[in-house]
């Protein structure tokens, strides 16, 4: 090949180089590109003339221009991951928030101060009146385990119950293995296994929590809600006891001309079992929508822990007893301030925000 042939692979590598390096946005870089190596690039009509020349030269020449594009082309992609960099600090640079900045206290008493949502309140109201009572707080995960959320509390696969809830499954692990928890009461069970290793029976806790089924919105029912569950485990635990406890706590919290009633019902992690109901705070007995004309509004479920629930976590039944108990913390919030229907606590309007 010739001086000057070499001579113009040269410049025309350098010249290249030039251009890319003089670009300064990936805009910009896009239009080199098309420059250089496009249909009328001086890259192309260097190839293009490789057909007058001599076989021998024609091939050492077409080698050469190959690797000049192989270069130009590593000198665009660099190029290109350096100015993709740059671009992407300067948006952050654009987006990023000065939180350093100081606001008047004139501005802020003006723009007003938030304040914690009414369920919070009331799970925070709730803890304080069950810790009064002797009660500790424990909490647990919101995602589950098909065997704490269901086998453990006497719930095994196929069994009737299963269908008194509505379960979101999870796309982990093998199917329907994973849940979010349709109650506060796996972490019971996490609570008495805990206690079982560390030999710390006697247990006396609360439970509150975030819980998720695949209801229908309606005037006491939301598809994700929040419950607070409650559970003693002793020796000489009585029914009495669980009674006891459920009217105390009603009195403490919504006031003492509210109070509390037992029904028989069924839950297969209590034995007996029961549904408690409060005076509804609504009507204060006399009945109306929300109670459905009885005067009553149920609150919750409470029972006997179950053998079966101290069997499969180690706890002898023969020597400990215990009760359990569980209600709505949106449902307390509705009847302690008597809001008639509890989809406004998640339709985030400002102006009922703003009474609590």
């Not at 696969?157 to 199917?175: N, S």
């Not at 108990?325 to 989809?343: L, S, T, V, Y």
Request: proline fraction near 5%; hydrophobic fraction near 40%.
């Amino acid at each position: 090949m010739s001086t000057a042939g070499t001579l113009d692979h040269a410049e025309l590598e350098a010249s290249a180089r030039a251009q890319i390096a003089g670009a300064s946005s990936t805009e910009q870089l896009t239009a080199v590109e098309q420059a250089l190596l496009g249909k009328r690039s001086a890259l192309k009509a260097a190839k293009q003339g490789l057909g007058g020349l001599p076989p021998e030269e024609r091939r050492e020449a077409g080698a050469v221009l190959q690797e000049v594009q192989h270069r130009i082309e590593g000198a665009l992609e660099e190029r290109s991951r350096e100015l993709a960099a740059v671009e992407r600090a300067a948006l952050l640079a654009d987006d990023r928030l000065d939180l350093t900045e100081v606001v008047a206290s004139q501005v802020l008493s003006s723009l007003g101060r938030g304040h914690l949502h009414l369920v919070t309140q009331t799970r925070d109201a709730l803890e304080d009146v069950f810790v009064a009572m002797g009660f500790v707080v424990a909490e647990g995960p919101e995602a589950e385990t098909d065997w704490y959320n269901f086998e453990a509390l006497n719930i095994p696969p196929a069994h009737p119950a299963r269908g008194m809830y509505d379960t979101f499954y999870l796309d982990l692990g093998e199917p329907e293995t994973v849940v979010l928890r349709t109650h506060t009461s796996p972490v019971q069970i996490h609570l008495m296994e805990e206690a079982v290793a560390a030999a710390r029976l006697p247990i006396h806790a609360v439970m509150p929590g975030r819980c998720f089924r695949r209801d229908t919105p309606d005037a006491r029912h939301l598809a994700v809600f929040h419950q607070i569950e409650g559970l003693v485990v002793d020796r000489g635990i009585t029914f009495a006891d669980l009674a006891g406890t459920i009217e105390t706590f009603t009195s403490a919290y919504f006031g003492p001309d509210i109070h509390s009633r037992l029904r028989p019902a069924y839950f297969p992690f209590t034995e007996p079992s029961a549904e408690f109901e409060i005076t509804c705070t609504i009507c204060r007995g006399a009945g109306c929508r929300t109670c459905s004309g009885t005067g009553w509004i149920e609150l919750g479920g409470c029972g006997m822990v179950d053998p079966a629930v101290f069997e499969a976590v180690g706890i002898d039944p023969e020597q400990f007893s215990g009760f359990a108990f569980g209600f709505g913390i949106d449902r307390c919030a509705q009847m302690r301030h008597g809001i008639a229907d509890m989809r406004v606590l998640i339709e985030n309007d400002i102006r009922f925000l703003e009474q609590f």
